[in-house]
C-alpha cells in the first residue's frame, strides 16, 4: 500500500508543534546570540554584529538595521503579528518537511 493521500492526526500534530516551536524557540536564541533586555552581551555574537554595522556606518548603527531590529525584538516581548507570522512560518515548514513522511 502507498502513503494515505489525506493528513493524519501524526502530520497535523508536526504542523502544530512546527509553529509553537517557531514561536517559542526565537527569544531564546536572540538571547543565545547576546540580544537580551538589557541590552547587546559583550563578546557575544550581537556585539560582533553590532560592531560591524557600526563600522559599515560610519560609527553608529542605523535604525530599522538588521542589528537594530534584533536588539528591539530581543528586548522586548514579541508582538501578536509577529508571533503569528512566526508560527505561519514554522508550520508551513513543518507541513513541507511531513509531506516526505
Not at 492526526?9 to 504542523?15: G, L, Y
Not at 563578546?43 to 554595522?53: E, H, R, V
Request: glycine share 16%.
Amino acid at each position: 500500500m502507498g502513503k494515505e493521500s489525506g493528513w493524519g492526526s501524526a502530520r497535523i500534530a508536526t504542523v502544530v508543534i512546527g509553529g509553537v516551536m517557531a514561536v517559542e524557540a526565537v527569544p531564546m536564541v536572540l538571547s543565545a546570540m547576546g540580544f537580551t533586555a538589557a541590552g547587546i552581551v559583550s563578546s557575544s555574537i550581537a556585539a560582533k554584529m553590532m560592531s560591524a554595522a557600526a563600522i559599515a556606518n560610519g560609527g553608529g548603527v542605523a535604525s530599522g538595521s538588521l542589528v537594530a531590529t534584533l536588539q528591539s525584538l530581543g528586548a522586548t516581548r514579541l508582538s501578536g503579528l509577529t508571533k503569528f507570522i512566526l508560527g505561519s512560518t514554522g508550520s508551513a515548514i513543518a507541513a513541507g518537511i511531513a509531506r516526505f513522511y
